[in-house]
C-alpha cells in the first residue's frame, strides 16, 4: 500500500523534537510529523523535596525545552515532553535497577495509577510557549509473582515511566485505561496536535 503523508509530501517538518525517546519520535511520525530536528537534552530529573508528580513533570519538560532551545537555537519551533507515571503523590522514576523496579510493579499490581505528560511546544518567530498537561489513569491487575518475575526478564520496564511498557508485554496485565494511550507510551497525540494544529502547521 502506497503512504503518504496526509500533511504534506516533504518528509521533514519545521520543528525540533527536544527528547531523547525513541518512542516520542515513533507517535510523531504516527500522525505524520517528522521532525527535521532532534536533539537529546541532558536534564537532572532527581524530584525536588515534596514535589508533586504534576509539578515534576511540568517542570521537566520545561527545562527539556529550555535545553533544547539552547542546542538549536536556528529551529523555528520546538517540542519538548516528559512522562511520569505515579501511585498518588508518589513519582515512580525511570530506573535501571531490578530491585526499583520490582518495587514499583509490586506497588502498581492489583490498583489504579496516574501517568502524567507534560508537552511544551515553543514558537521561535513569536517567542510564544504553549503546553499541556494530560493524565491517564491506568488499571493494573494483581501480579503473580511468576507475571512479575518473566516480565522483569524481558528488561522492558528499563528506563520506563512506572516501570513498564503499554505497547509491549506489560499490555496483559492491564485491566483498563481511562484517558488517552499514546499519553501512556509517552506523548498524548491528540493534544500534541492540538498545540500544533494552533500554529496553523497541520490541518
Known amino acids: 500500500m502506497h503512504h503518504s503523508s496526509f500533511l504534506m509530501e516533504n518528509s521533514d517538518f519545521p520543528i525540533t ?9 515513533q507517535l510523531l511520525e504516527q500522525i505524520g510529523i517528522n521532525p527535521e530536528k532532534i536533539v537529546h537534552p541532558r ?6 523535596k515534596k514535589e508533586l508528580p504534576r509539578q515534576y513533570v511540568q517542570r521537566l519538560a520545561q527545562e527539556k525545552l529550555s535545553a533544547g532551545r539552547e542546542l538549536s537555537l536556528e529551529s523555528p519551533m520546538i517540542l519538548a515532553a516528559d512522562t511520569v507515571a505515579a501511585a498518588g503523590r508518589r513519582i515512580l522514576n525511570k530506573t535501571q535497577d531490578i530491585k526499583i523496579a520490582e518495587k514499583q510493579l509490586r506497588l ?7 501517568v502524567y505528560t507534560a508537552v511544551i511546544l515553543y514558537n521561535a518567530k513569536t517567542q510564544r510557549i504553549s503546553s499541556r498537561l494530560v493524565c491517564t489513569i491506568v488499571h493494573f491487575s494483581r501480579l503473580t509473582d511468576k507475571q512479575l518475575f518473566s516480565y522483569l526478564e524481558t528488561d522492558e520496564w528499563k528506563d520506563k515511566a512506572g516501570s513498564y511498557a503499554i505497547q509491549g508485554y506489560a499490555a496483559s496485565f492491564i485491566k483498563s485505561i481511562n484517558g488517552s494511550y499514546s499519553n501512556v507510551v509517552g506523548l498524548p497525540l491528540f493534544e500534541t496536535a492540538q498545540l500544533i494544529r ?6
Not at 536534564?43 to 525536588?48: H, K, L, R, S, Y
Not at 502498581?108 to 496516574?114: A, K, T, V, W
Not at 494552533?198 to 490541518?203: A, D, F, S, T
Request: charged share 20%; net charge positive.
Open 17 to 25: 523534537l527536544a527528547s531523547a525517546s525513541p518512542r516520542r519520535l
Open 43 to 48: 536534564i537532572n530529573e532527581t524530584p525536588q
Open 108 to 114: 502498581l499490581s492489583g490498583r489504579r495509577h496516574r
Open 198 to 203: 494552533g500554529q496553523g502547521l497541520i490541518p
